[in-house]
């Protein structure tokens, strides 16, 4: 108690502010994004070693989503093209070395990582975002690549930078294949977004300097300052590949995952008061120009700091952020790999990471919060997942919703009925008409009520099922025998736009 204490005047005088977000928001919304990162690089978070059967790799995914599901969380991150390989069946690219072993080995005959996925995050009302890393191709300078790795086949659109292989992104054609790598997944998988991180141009290393002033000699397009010429050659891309994904299908989110800090206020007036390495100086990332123009349809800003992180305070750049999302959405990036971490003090405090979800509910302009990384929630950050499922995120979200992409509301489910049976209630429907967009129904949303209860559907709590399948069926097995129950049923489409609902429908339990 006395820690706790201690931990909380300190906030307060560091950061006035964190009072407010402790007062504001109890009740969790309806809708709010709740991510996880799932890491395939280096088997950080799945699979757990590389060479696992099919089966093996499937149960522990499967184990994995289960556990966030429980923790209320209602998106998967998966990285999917982690150093130009993939994990995933149509592709381009070799087989990811995180699979198997070794780069290019396929798993099991009809097994596809990202189809299995997919299928089992949609089965619980989660949806799955491809993350995607655009440039980086090696881990290391002795990383084994396969004959078919491009790094074998053109490795004059490649540059070296602290022992690492790096596509160079001032090559028109680089900037081309990486749209249709990524165009692959959009069109030959049923994803809900495709996601990016923060490796753009690499981190800076001491002594080292990227090579690439013959690229910027070739292909100046009209920019003196290399720089400059960086930030735009990022700056191409993603237009283009927001263009590209949404001609294909507009219902694909596309995120961003940068640094937490866009510029400092000692550079700009218009940055952050802080005082830390910054996407647009040192990693030629001009990330807050990407939401102006509107090229991305979420940015998600990994503020991985404490509260009272003198150089870079959490609630600082949550305000900073949620002033500059120009109408896209605005996701938290949160380090739950920092629970419990020595380097400071504030994250052995357990409230770190639940207060943090509290401030980002207290900001109306924040939607959500991911994760880095899934397998925290088994270790560290264990009280974290406790927090966030016995709390914060005790009742089911749905995310929130896009109108610049779509905001025509499906029609209702129709022909709603509910049947006792022995092993519980039975839920029947058919699907809805097509609105006027053309969608019927991608997923349904399932709510319950004990006789005589208001039926609210804002509030999350009456909700008992949430699946992003057009399955027209389900069966209820948490009742009471003899308790009689209410029950509505609603549309979701692609874009999570819900449909008013079917129903009631009343019946007793047996």
Do not use: C
């Amino acid at each position: 108690m006395l820690k706790k204490i201690v931990y909380t005047i300190f906030t307060i005088l560091i950061f006035p502010n964190f009072i407010f977000a402790q007062t504001v928001a109890k009740i969790a919304p309806k809708r709010e994004f709740r991510g996880v990162w799932v890491a395939t690089v280096a088997n950080i978070d799945w699979p757990s070693k590389p060479g696992l059967s099919a089966d093996q790799q499937k149960q522990e995914l499967i184990g994995l989503m289960e556990q966030h599901k429980r923790n209320g969380m209602n998106a998967i991150l998966l990285q999917v093209r982690p150093a130009a390989d993939a994990f995933y069946a149509k592709s381009r690219e070799p087989w990811s070395q995180w699979l198997m072993g070794r780069q290019g080995v396929a798993p099991a005959n009809g097994y596809d990582p990202l189809e299995f996925a997919i299928k089992e995050a949609h089965s619980r009302g989660m949806e799955l975002h491809a993350w995607f890393n655009p440039y980086r191709a090696t881990m290391s300078a002795n990383t084994f690549v396969s004959e078919d790795h491009m790094t074998r086949k053109r490795p004059e659109l490649f540059f070296t930078y602290a022992g690492k292989k790096q596509f160079d992104p001032g090559i028109p054609e680089v900037r081309e294949y990486i749209v249709q790598v990524i165009l692959d997944v959009v069109k030959g998988y049923n994803i809900d977004g495709v996601h990016f991180d923060d490796y753009f141009y690499p981190y800076p290393v001491a002594g080292q300097q990227i090579n690439d002033g013959a690229t910027f000699q070739k292909y100046p397009n009209g920019i003196s300052n290399i720089k400059d010429w960086r930030r735009n050659n990022v700056d191409l891309l993603i237009k283009q590949l927001d263009d590209s994904i949404h001609h294909y299908k507009k219902y694909v989110k596309f995120g961003i995952s940068p640094f937490g800090i866009w510029k400092n206020d000692r550079d700009d007036p218009d940055g952050s008061a802080t005082s830390g390495l910054s996407n647009y100086h040192e990693l030629y990332a001009d990330s807050r120009k990407w939401i102006q123009e509107g090229w991305v349809d979420y940015i998600n800003p990994q503020v991985y700091f404490s509260f009272t992180r003198k150089a870079a305070p959490f609630g600082t750049l949550v305000d900073w952020w949620s002033k500059h999302t120009y109408g896209r959405h605005l996701y938290i990036g949160q380090a739950a790999y920092l629970v419990n971490q020595k380097m400071e003090a504030a994250w052995r405090f357990p409230e770190q990471i639940p207060d943090q979800v509290r401030y980002i509910r207290a900001n109306n302009r924040v939607q959500g919060s991911v994760y880095f990384s899934s397998k925290s929630f088994s270790t560290i950050a264990r009280g974290a997942a406790d927090s966030l499922r016995n709390d914060l995120y005790r009742y089911p979200a749905l995310p929130p919703q896009m109108p610049w992409l779509d905001d025509i509301d499906p029609n209702p489910p129709q022909e709603l009925s509910a049947q006792a049976v022995e092993t519980g209630i039975q839920l029947k429907w058919a699907a809805p008409l097509k609105a006027s967009d053309g969608e019927t129904a991608s997923g349904y949303v399932i709510y319950r009520f004990a006789e005589g209860e208001d039926m609210d559907v804002l509030h999350p709590k009456n909700i008992i099922r949430i699946s992003f399948e057009d399955y027209t069926f389900f069966m209820d097995t948490n009742i009471e025998k003899g308790k009689r129950y209410n029950y509505l049923v609603s549309a979701l489409d692609r874009l999570k736009n819900e449909s008013e609902a079917s129903g009631p429908v009343g019946v007793q339990a047996q």
